[in-house]
C-alpha cells in the first residue's frame, strides 16, 4: 500500500510538471500572438571602430607610457583638425541644401553563409533594404559569401537580392574566403569585383539531382505504392514508385534547361569567362580560379575591412530573426527530422546547383 501511495505522489507530479509547461506554452503563444512587435531587427557593428580597439589593446603593450602619451597627443589633434573640417563642411553643405551628402562613405558589410535552401535569404532581403534606404554616392558593399549552393529557386532570388545593389548604382564586392561553388558561384558573378582566398572552393558551374527509389524493397514485402497525377509530366522521377526510361530521359532535359540557363546568367555578368572550360560542373581553388578568370583578386575578406577602416566607416549589418518563446521550446529534434525529410524529397524533384 505505501508503495502505491508513493507512486501516486510520483504520477502527480508527473503530472503537474507536465501541466504547467503546458500552461507557459499556450501563454507564451497568447502573448507573442497580441503582440505586434517586428519579427526581427537589425544587429549595427562598427568595424572600424573594433578595429581601432584591437590595435591601440595591443599597442599597450608594445609600447612604454612615453610613445603612447605622444602618440595619444597626435591623434587628438588630428581627429580635433578632423571635426573642424567636418563642422565646416556641414556649415557649407547646410546653406547649400546639400547636408546629408556630405557624410563621409560607408562600407556596409554583409554575411550569407548559404543552406541548401537558401532560407537564409529572408534575412538578406532585409539588410539590402535596411541599406539602400541610407546608403549615398560613395557607400560601398562587401558580401561575406559561403556557399556550397543549392535549390535554383532559393539561389536565384538570393542573387536577385543582390542585384538591387548593383541597380542602386552600390559598389558591390563579394569575398570568398572558404567556398563559393554552384548556386554560390551564381550569387557571386554578379559582383562588381570578386576575390578569393588562395585555396577557397570556387566554381562547380553544373546542375545535380539524385534521389533513392525503394520500389524493390516495397514490392519485396508486396506493399503497392500508389500516385496519381493528372499531366503526363507532372511528377517524373519517384521514390517510392517504379521509375521508367521515359521518366529519366525528361527528368534529364528539365537539368540540362537549367544547367543552360545557369550558364546563360554567368554569361552576361562575366562574359569574359570561357564557359564551354568553366561550366563543366568543376570546381577550382582560389589560384586557379583566379587564372580562369572566375575571381579578379587573390585576397581576404579581413584585408578588405582593415584597408577600409583606414578610409571609411565599416559596418556590418545583420538582420535577426526573433523567435517565439514556443519555437525555442518546441524542440531542436522535431524541426531537423522535418529539414532532412524536406531536403531528401526536394533533391529528388528539384535540380541542385
Known amino acids: 500500500m505505501e508503495f502505491l501511495l508513493d507512486y501516486g505522489l510520483f504520477l502527480a507530479k508527473i503530472v503537474t510538471v507536465v501541466v504547467a509547461i503546458m500552461a507557459i506554452l499556450v501563454i507564451a503563444k497568447a502573448l507573442g500572438g497580441k503582440s505586434g512587435a517586428a519579427k ?45 573640417a567636418r563642422e565646416k563642411a556641414i556649415k557649407k553643405a547646410s546653406k547649400e541644401g546639400d ?15 548559404g543552406s541548401i535552401d537558401a532560407k537564409e ?29 543549392g535549390m535554383v529557386h532559393g ?36 559582383a562588381d569585383k570578386v576575390v578569393s582566398a588562395p585555396f577557397a572552393i570556387v566554381g562547380s558551374i553544373g546542375v545535380i539531382a539524385q534521389l533513392p527509389n525503394f520500389h524493390k524493397v516495397l514490392k ?16 517524373t522521377l519517384t521514390m517510392f514508385g517504379e521509375n521508367t526510361d521515359k521518366a529519366r530521359e525528361k527528368f534529364k532535359q528539365e537539368l540540362e534547361e537549367t544547367h543552360g540557363l545557369f550558364k546563360d546568367f554567368i554569361r552576361e555578368r562575366r562574359p569574359q569567362l570561357d564557359l564551354d572550360k568553366v561550366a563543366t560542373g568543376e570546381h577550382w581553388f582560389g589560384t586557379t580560379a583566379f587564372d580562369l578568370g572566375l575571381v579578379d583578386e587573390i585576397t581576404t575578406s579581413d584585408d578588405l575591412v582593415v584597408a577600409a577602416c583606414k578610409e571609411k566607416t565599416v559596418l556590418a549589418i545583420h ?5 517565439k518563446l514556443t519555437s525555442k521550446l518546441a524542440g531542436l529534434a522535431g524541426e531537423a527530422a522535418d529539414n532532412v525529410l524536406m531536403k531528401l524529397i526536394d533533391r529528388g524533384q528539384r535540380p541542385i546547383v
Request: with cysteine; aromatic share 6%; hydrophobic share 35%.
Open 220 to 235: 519485396k514485402y508486396d506493399i503497392e505504392y500508389e500516385q496519381l497525377t493528372a499531366g503526363e509530366y507532372k511528377r
Open 155 to 190: 539561389y536565384g532570388l538570393a542573387s536577385s537580392q543582390l542585384d538591387r545593389i548593383k541597380s542602386a548604382g552600390l559598389p558591390l564586392t563579394i569575398a570568398v574566403d572558404k567556398v563559393a561553388a554552384s548556386g554560390g558561384y551564381m550569387m557571386a558573378c554578379i
Open 40 to 84: 526581427g531587427e537589425l544587429e549595427i557593428t562598427d568595424l572600424t571602430e573594433q578595429h581601432k580597439r584591437t590595435v591601440e589593446q595591443l599597442e599597450h603593450h608594445l609600447h612604454d607610457n612615453t610613445f603612447l602619451k605622444a602618440r595619444d597627443k597626435a591623434e587628438k589633434k588630428l581627429d580635433k583638425e578632423k571635426s573642424k
Open 99 to 113: 547636408l546629408d551628402s556630405k557624410r563621409e562613405p560607408h562600407l556596409f558589410v554583409l554575411d550569407f553563409k
Open 121 to 149: 535569404v529572408a534575412s538578406l532581403r532585409e539588410e539590402v533594404t535596411a541599406i539602400l534606404a541610407v546608403a549615398r554616392e560613395g557607400d560601398e558593399v562587401l558580401l561575406r559569401l559561403e556557399s556550397g549552393g
Open 319 to 323: 538582420y535577426v530573426e526573433k523567435k
